[in-house]
């Protein structure tokens, strides 16, 4: 799919960059699954497993964040704040991981999500991830849904090595990453903070607000309750 050197926003986009959290699953299944699990993960993840490479990396940036402080109770600082520090996500991802190969966690994605996903990439329209959350757990999720390994629908999986979410400079890096023409492009978040920095960097917006998850719909992006009503907004494929 080469770029457009004069894209149209009459067009449908070429690509959708999409959130995680509140927009293809459940704000419930992150705070009241993931989260948990890995709390309750964490202390045995760091007492049997310091001397692993990413698990010393990610202590060591720890303790160079908050000097002097019990890790652990650091990390659950950080936790209870909701707090997107690298180390976290790093440590929460490797705990995922533990409890997916296990089959203690499946991701439950809203039932709109995959069908419009997949018809979207049979149309040719390129799909990627930005989330807080590390590329590992992002692929985690989207590696073991109820549905299965679903993966290979996506091209790119971001996270805050990009940046800030909240950052215009973070949407222009994916898009130098990903070779993709800012213009071109739809994100989807429920966040409008993220919405207005993805909107300077030149993207294409539309706020999903699912009931389930009680968001407030903003003023400044398109809204969509359903991946349906953005396709029937963006002029993107319909899922059958």
Sequence with gaps: MPPDPTPSRSTPP??????????TIPVSFVHDVLFPYARAALPALLREHADDPQVHAAIAEVARLAPGVDPLTQLEAWMDRDEKIAPLKTLQG???AQGYRTGRLSAR?????????????????????YSS?????????YGHTDEGDVTALFDGFYDLAMGGKREAASYTH?????????ADVLFLSDVVAELDAAAQAGLRTCQI?????????????RVA????????MSGLPVAA
Excluded: C, N
């Design 14 to 23: 070429r690509a959708v960059l999409l959130d995680i959290e509140g927009t």
């Design 94 to 96: 490797i705990a995922w």
């Design 109 to 129: 994605m809203y039932p709109d999500v995959l069908p419009a996903l997949r018809a979207w990439s049979a149309a040719g329209i390129r799909l990627a991830v």
């Design 133 to 141: 959350g590390s590329v590992a757990a992002q692929k985690l999720i």
């Design 174 to 182: 994916i898009m130098a990453r990903a070779g993709w023409v800012a």
């Design 209 to 221: 607000a699912r009931p389930e998850d009680g968001t407030v719909a903003g003023t400044t992006h």
């Design 225 to 232: 309750a359903t991946f349906a009503e953005v396709s029937r």
